[in-house]
């Protein structure tokens, strides 16, 4: 099947891949005054007296705004809003057919900051959540940041944490596998942008004490050159402990684990063949990975995971994001925080029992009807255990 001629056919033929449907039928004058003038009032005045009674009384429960400025889409760059419209879309369908929410897609032609905060902002009243989408480093954790601490419902930049919690339900699943600790073992991460800020932080939250970061420069350090970036100074105080200095070669000696957010063939055989024993390997470049799956393989990884469908082990976001939302959105939370973050990581990895973890199973396949329910139970416990429920009785 040729891919891009197939996708751009369906694209065209069915003018994108959403539509709106009523869930009320308005075929006589009787079922017009219930769901428009002048039935509609009587909701309308509910909710002015109580605004949160706009959770029962609106669509807003099961809501989520999949938001974007289309400067850092997946794979394509800083192609501009209206370019990125249909990855939005691809987001809404993902959100319903995995989890059952409904969402729409707003892209948003504002680079500015402050003004992007601003009209984000404003959309609250409408959604229970807000899905952050391909918004360029390092403004994403600025953005994110200051709509966690204003915004009354949850926040979530899945190209962040989604990415986090799959990589580390991996990881938790393949350190068992090789019979190591996170509190043990070297982690390398070459590509702190956005996923690789997340990943690293999720990882440390587990407890791993010893990360080191690389970008195209080399290792992140205190004082490096080239260290312009805040999220980029706060991982170099952060990471490092042993103050390791070079590039990427010098950072892989003796690691346990390599994660890869960067470029195509950004890691050889002959730096995995430096490791330590029975290495770890999640090369995510797309479509082409930091190492190919049967040269790490040859050189000795123990574990192999890729962003790609054509290898074991697909490191795949929609793993996390509907389940997350999903429990999110059933207790009313008012944050995604790191405990439900953790909770949906273990919760993935728990899904693959003890008999059928190996090394080319150590992540639940995308399609896994089990997942969704699993995290999302997961993460309502931590949001209850945490304080963010506002919902807290029942399951």
Known sequence: MDVSKQALKIHEENHGKLEIKSKLRVQTREELALAYTPGVA???KKIAENPEDSYKYTSRGNLVAVISDGTAVLGLGNIGPKAAMPVMEGKSILFKEFAGIDSYPLVVDETDTEKLIEIITSLQGSFGGINLEDISAPRCFEIE???KETLEIPVFHDDQHGTAIVVASGIINSLKIVKKE???IKVVLNGPGAAGTAIIKLLQELGVKNIIACDEHGILSPGRHHLTD????????????NHVTGGLKDAIVDADVFVGVSVAGALSPEMVETMASDPIVFAM????PEIMYEDAIKA???VMGTGRSDFPNQINNVLAFPGIFKGALEVRASQINEEMKKAAAYAIAGLISEEELNHEYVIPDAFDKRVV???SEAVKEAAKKTGVARITGGN
Not at 230 to 241: C, R, S
Not at 285 to 288: D, I, L, M, Q
Request: net charge positive.
């Open 230 to 241: 805040e999220h980029k100074k706060d991982l170099a105080e952060t990471t490092n402990p």
């Open 285 to 288: 470049a797309n479509p082409v």
């Open 373 to 375: 329910t699993a995290v």
């Open 300 to 302: 000795g990884v123990k």
């Open 42 to 44: 009587e909701p309308c």
């Open 145 to 147: 940041k200051r709509l």
């Open 182 to 184: 996170f509190s043990n």
